[in-house]
């Protein structure tokens, strides 16, 4: 069974960059039919798409945030990882990894338990 | 982007009651839907993608309709643990927008 875990410091100071990773467990990254996105969820607020990775090493990004984040894939370690720079207390949030299938399956089928990313000094 | 509108933004409700949730895309979205379910301190859970097919193992009591902007996620007979946020993503392009949530709550 596919499983994906996110990791990384859950304090980060202002100014500085947030750089979280995500391991996939119970199968390949490289998998057919899926990019890998990260979602984020500030505290009782709702769900906003960072962006996503494909196996290809192609990338998206949300264009409110494009100009901070670089996603990547390390196929050799089964992870791909988020970095976002120049961050302020606007970015504390759950930050959650998941699978997104493309195709006829288009949605977010696999989740992490999301990791609370604080930014503060 | 494609803005995901949700309604109502929650509901109170019994068990055993049917529950009717409403999401609107501001443009047309074909059936590229998905619904999925949140409860506190957990991650998203995927219901139903695109717009009508229920994810494996998700309850027959869940359903979902809808196509272009106006889709609709149907709970009927609550049960308890159906007490959850419920949210609506957009899967026609990018970025991904989801909807601002519907808190189901027990009355």
């Known amino acids: 069974q596919v499983q994906v875990q996110e990791s990384g410091p859950g304090l980060v100071k202002p100014s500085q960059t947030l750089s979280l990773t995500c391991t996939v467990s119970?199968?390949?990254?490289?998998?057919?039919?899926?990019?890998w996105s990260w979602i984020r969820q500030p505290a009782g607020k709702g769900l906003e798409w960072i962006g996503r990775?494909?196996?290809?090493?192609?990338?998206n990004y949300n264009p409110s945030l494009k100009s901070r984040v670089t996603i990547s894939l390390d196929t050799s370690r089964n992870q791909f990882s988020l970095n976002l720079i120049s961050v302020t207390a606007a970015d504390t949030a759950v930050y959650y990894c998941a699978r997104d299938a493309y195709g006829d399956s288009r949605s977010f089928d696999l989740w992490g338990r999301g990791t609370l990313v604080t930014v503060s000094s | 982007d494609i803005q995901m509108t949700q309604s109502p933004s929650s509901v109170s409700a019994s068990l055993g009651d049917r529950v009717t949730i409403t999401c609107r895309a501001s443009q047309g979205i074909y059936s590229w839907l998905a619904w999925y379910q949140q409860k506190p301190g957990k991650a998203p859970k995927l219901l139903i993608y695109p717009a009508s097919t229920l994810q494996g193992g998700v309850p027959s009591r869940f359903s979902g309709s809808g196509s272009g902007t106006d889709f609709t996620l149907t709970i009927t007979s609550l049960q308890p643990e159906d007490f959850a946020t419920y949210y609506c993503?957009?899967?026609?392009?990018?970025?991904?927008?989801f909807g601002g949530g519907t808190k189901v709550e027990i009355q």
């Open positions: 990775i494909f196996t290809s090493g192609t990338t």
């Open positions: 119970g199968g390949s990254i490289s998998s057919a039919g899926y990019y």
């Open positions: 993503q957009q899967a026609t392009s990018l970025p991904p927008t």
